[in-house]
Antibody, heavy 121, light 109 residues
C-alpha cells in the first residue's frame, strides 16, 4: 500500500526557515518524480515544486522560486522541502504527492495527508 | 487569482448529470494534458482524471473528462451524495509551472 507521510510543519516567524519531510513507502520511490502542493486555509490548491525521479531536474512555482529548495534522498525513500525567507502567505497545508507514472514528470497521482506550516509572529 | 478558471460552485440532484468547466489558455490547456482532482471535506485530493479523459483504476465510470481547445470539462453522471466535494482542474503550463483552477464546490441537493 502506498504511503506518504509528511512532517516538519510548525509555527515559524516571518523570515524564518523550515524543512519539510515526506517519508514514502509501498512503492519503488526512485522510479517516481515527486511533487509538493500546498493549500492555504479555506483556499484552493497551489503547486509548489517538483523533482524528477533521479533528482536531476527540479521545477518551482514563481511564488517560491529562490526561497524554497526541493530535494530527495532515494536511499532513505524521502522527499524534502527546504523553506527559507518564509512569509505569511506561505501559511498552508503542504502535501507531498507521488507522480502518476514512473520515469515521467506529469502530475501528482497519490497524495499524503499534509503537514501544516503557519508563518506568524 | 487562479490561472485556470472554474465556476466557484455547482449543484445537482441525485441521479442527475453535472458538468464542471475549466478554462485556460494556449500555453496550458491548449497545449498540455488536463487533470482533475476530487477533494472530499477534510481529506487530501484524489486524482479523478488524467491525460484529459483517462480514469485511474478504481474511479467509477460515472466520472468523465473532455478537452476542446483551451477548455476542459469534468462530467459526473448518476450524481450521488458522496460526490459532494471540491473539484480542481490542473495542467502544465509552457512556463514549466503546474497551474490549478480555483476549485468548484459541488453540492448534491
Amino acid at each position: 500500500e502506498v504511503q506518504l507521510v509528511e512532517s516538519g510543519g510548525v509555527v515559524v516567524q516571518p523570515g524564518g526557515s523550515l524543512r519539510l519531510s515526506c517519508a514514502a513507502s509501498g512503492f519503488t520511490f526512485d522510479d517516481y518524480a515527486m511533487h509538493w502542493v500546498r493549500q492555504a486555509p479555506g483556499k484552493g490548491l497551489e503547486w509548489v515544486s517538483l523533482i524528477s525521479w533521479d533528482g536531476g531536474s527540479t521545477y518551482y512555482a514563481d511564488s517560491v522560486k529562490g526561497r524554497f529548495t526541493i530535494s530527495r534522498d532515494n536511499s532513505k525513500n524521502s522527499l524534502y522541502l527546504q523553506m527559507n525567507s518564509l512569509r505569511a502567505e506561505d501559511t498552508a497545508l503542504y502535501y507531498c504527492a507521488k507522480d502518476i507514472q514512473p520515469g515521467a514528470t506529469t502530475m501528482g497521482g497519490y497524495w499524503g495527508q499534509g503537514t501544516l506550516v503557519t508563518v506568524s509572529s | 487569482q487562479s490561472v485556470l478558471t472554474q465556476p466557484p460552485s455547482a449543484s445537482g440532484t441525485p441521479g442527475q448529470r453535472v458538468t464542471i468547466s475549466c478554462s485556460g489558455s494556449s500555453s496550458n490547456i491548449g497545449s498540455n494534458y488536463v487533470y482533475w482532482y476530487q477533494q472530499l471535506p477534510g481529506t487530501a485530493p484524489k486524482l479523478l482524471i488524467y491525460r484529459n479523459n483517462q480514469r485511474p483504476s478504481g474511479v467509477p465510470d460515472r466520472f468523465s473528462g473532455s478537452k476542446s481547445g483551451t477548455s476542459a470539462s469534468l462530467a459526473i453522471s448518476g450524481l450521488r451524495s458522496e460526490d459532494e466535494a471540491d473539484y480542481y482542474c490542473a495542467a502544465w503550463d509552457d512556463s514549466l509551472n503546474v497551474v490549478f483552477g480555483g476549485g468548484t464546490k459541488l453540492t448534491v441537493l
